[in-house]
């Protein structure tokens, strides 16, 4: 279709394929009206807040005690405490979580328009999902999303030693797909680790998708393209 000598084109998923954020905002609305109807006391605004933030600050390690789910489900009672400031029903957070879970996969949808887009562009390149994240909660949303079938190969960071950026993540998804660094090109919103891992091992193109508008021009990480969608590749694609 495009005959610029790309063969491979490595997809992020949270945020560029789908909107996570978007999703997670919708299920913490979820949650707070849950929690007014249960808690006589305390600042709903604030328990989510405080969940949201041991979310980001998230460190987990898979082991045999915990379970990424009670792992959150400790968040939502950490944050429920911390809010109320008075003893709550310990099955509460719990029922925040699953509720806060269940919602957010519910609104993991690929857009039709961009479901398309990857289809067209499988006739003529391979397509890898390449996602940071813990093993289960990326195959969740995966699953969520409906990528079967839309990609050659999918490789989660969490099932590896190292995550995007780090180049051994990379070279995995090159021998994959059989192909070099410079048969491909990187697609994703981070510059931290999309954008600035693509550059490290060579890619052909590095592309940002960002709804910020153009790169700032002291930013010490600068990809070749800057999208406000991924709807916009073919353009990048037929420039290459």
Request: glycine share 8%; net charge negative; charged share 25%.
């Amino acid at each position: 279709m495009y005959g610029n000598g790309v063969k491979a084109i490595l997809f992020d998923l949270d945020n560029t394929l789908i909107d996570t954020r978007g999703a997670g905002e919708s299920a913490i609305k979820k949650v707070a009206e849950l929690l007014r109807t249960k808690l006589h006391h305390g600042d709903v605004d604030t328990i989510c807040k405080k969940f949201k933030e041991k979310l980001l600050e998230e460190s987990y390690q898979p082991s045999a005690d915990l379970t990424i789910d009670q792992v959150r489900i400790n968040y939502w009672d950490m944050a429920i405490e911390e809010g109320e400031g008075l003893d709550h029903d310990p099955s509460l957070a719990a029922q925040c979580y699953w509720l806060w879970k269940n919602t957010r996969l519910a609104h993991l949808r690929i857009p039709g328009p961009v479901q398309r887009l990857l289809q067209e562009l499988r006739t003529t390149h391979k397509l890898l999902l390449l996602t940071n994240g813990e093993s289960q909660t990326q195959r969740e949303k995966i699953q969520a999303a409906c990528c079967r079938g839309l990609f050659d190969a999918v490789v989660v960071g969490g099932e590896h030693a190292e995550e995007k950026p780090a180049p051994s993540i990379f070279q995995h998804c090159f021998h994959q797909l059989g192909v070099g660094p410079q048969d491909c090109i990187m697609v994703g919103d981070s510059l931290d680790t999309d954008i600035l891992g693509g550059i490290n091992v060579g890619v052909r193109a590095t592309v940002w998708i960002t709804d910020k508008g153009t790169i700032q021009p002291e930013a010490s990480i600068k990809p070749d393209y800057v999208l406000a969608t991924v709807l916009e590749l073919p353009s990048v694609l037929s420039t290459l």
